[in-house]
C-alpha cells in the first residue's frame, strides 16, 4: 500500500492519494486510478492526465475549469472522512496525540471510534510497529470509520472492537487511553485498569459540567499530572491589504482532559518503607 501523505513523491503516481483544489478552493481527494476519471459539478478530470505528472501543477476538466493537483496531507484526510456524526477537529487531535505519547510503537485505546478522525491520525503515528484499538457500540459507526481507514490504506494499525466498554477494555499496559465518549466519567476505572503505569488518559467531552464531572472521577481514581484544556483556532482573511479574521469562527469545539496513571505521592514514603512498587513481583512491567 502507498502511503503518500507521508512524504510527497516528485511526481504523482498511480495508486496515490491526492488533494484537487480548485480557483475557488473546492476541495476533493482522490485515489489515483489508471484509465480512471473524477466527475465533479466542475467537468471531468482523466487521472491519466495526473499520473506521472509533476505535483503543483493544474489540471483542467474537459469544461475548462482548472485545479491544482497536490499531496493529500493529514490534514486533509482527517477532514475528509465521510461522517456520520460530529468529528475531533485537527486543532483538538494535534494537541491530544503530543499529550497522549502517539508514536511509532505506541499501543492506544480510543472509545468511541465515531467516524474515524482521530482513529486515522493515531494509526498514522503509531507505525510501523504500534497498534490502535478502537471501540464503538455501535456497529454501523464501525462500519464507516473502517471504510474511512481502508479508503487510505491505515486499517492495517487499527484492531476495531465492536462492544460496550462497561466491562472494560481487552488490551491491559496500554501506552494510552482516550474516552470520546458520552458520559466519560462512568469509564474512568476502566481506562485506568487498562494503562500501564505512567501511561496517559485523555478525554473530550462538551460542556463545562461535564469537565466537573470527569475532573472529580479523575482525581478520585487517582490520577495524576491533571489538565484541562480549550484549543481556541482563528484563522484570518488571506488579503494582505486587508487583514482580518474570518467572518465564520468554530471557537468552542470541546474541553480536553489529561492525566497519568502513576503511584500517588504519599505512598512514595510507603514503598521505600517496603511495600512493593506498581510493576514489582508481577506482569505489570511487561514489554509491549
Known amino acids: 500500500m502507498n502511503h503518500d501523505f507521508e512524504s510527497a513523491p516528485e511526481v504523482a503516481t498511480a495508486g496515490q492519494l491526492v488533494l484537487m483544489v480548485s480557483a475557488d478552493n473546492k476541495r476533493f481527494i482522490i485515489r489515483l486510478t489508471p484509465g480512471a476519471e473524477f466527475h465533479t459539478h466542475k467537468g471531468r478530470m482523466f487521472h491519466d492526465d495526473i499520473i506521472g505528472q509533476p505535483l503543483g501543477r493544474v489540471v483542467v ?7 491544482v493537483a497536490l499531496q493529500a496531507t493529514l490534514f486533509d484526510l482527517i477532514m475528509s472522512v465521510q461522517r456520520g456524526g460530529t468529528i475531533m477537529y485537527p486543532k483538538d487531535i494535534a494537541y491530544a496525540l503530543l499529550k497522549l505519547g502517539a508514536g511509532p510503537g505506541a499501543r492506544v485505546i480510543e472509545a468511541g471510534t465515531g467516524s474515524g478522525g482521530l482513529t486515522t491520525a493515531l494509526a498514522t503515528y503509531v507505525r510501523p510497529t504500534g497498534r490502535v484499538y478502537s471501540y464503538e457500540v455501535r456497529d454501523d459507526m464501525q462500519v464507516r470509520a ?14 476495531f472492537r465492536v462492544r460496550d466498554i462497561v466491562d472494560g477494555f481487552e488490551e491491559t499496559h496500554v501506552d494510552a487511553v482516550f474516552l470520546d465518549v458520552r458520559e ?18 485523555g478525554s473530550l467531552v462538551p460542556t463545562t459540567n461535564q469537565v466537573s464531572e470527569v475532573l472529580a472521577g479523575m482525581q478520585a481514581a487517582g490520577f495524576m499530572d491533571i489538565e484541562v484544556a480549550e484549543i481556541i483556532l482563528r484563522l484570518y482573511k488571506t488579503v494582505p491589504a486587508r487583514l482580518r479574521p474570518m467572518d465564520r469562527l468554530t471557537p468552542h469545539t470541546g474541553y480536553l482532559l489529561f492525566g497519568r496513571k502513576a ?26
Open 146 to 159: 473502517r471504510k474511512n481507514l481502508e479508503r487510505i490504506g491505515l486499517d492495517e494499525w487499527v484492531e
Open 263 to 288: 503511584m500517588p505521592l504519599a505512598a512514595v514514603g510507603a514503598a521505600a518503607d517496603g511495600e512493593e512498587e506498581p510493576g514489582d513481583g508481577g506482569d505489570e512491567g511487561e514489554a509491549r
Open 184 to 201: 466519560p466519567e462512568d469509564y474512568l476505572a476502566q481506562a485506568w485498569a487498562a494503562l500501564r503505569w505512567g501511561g496517559t488518559f
Open 61 to 67: 476538466t474537459h469544461r475548462g475549469d482548472r485545479f
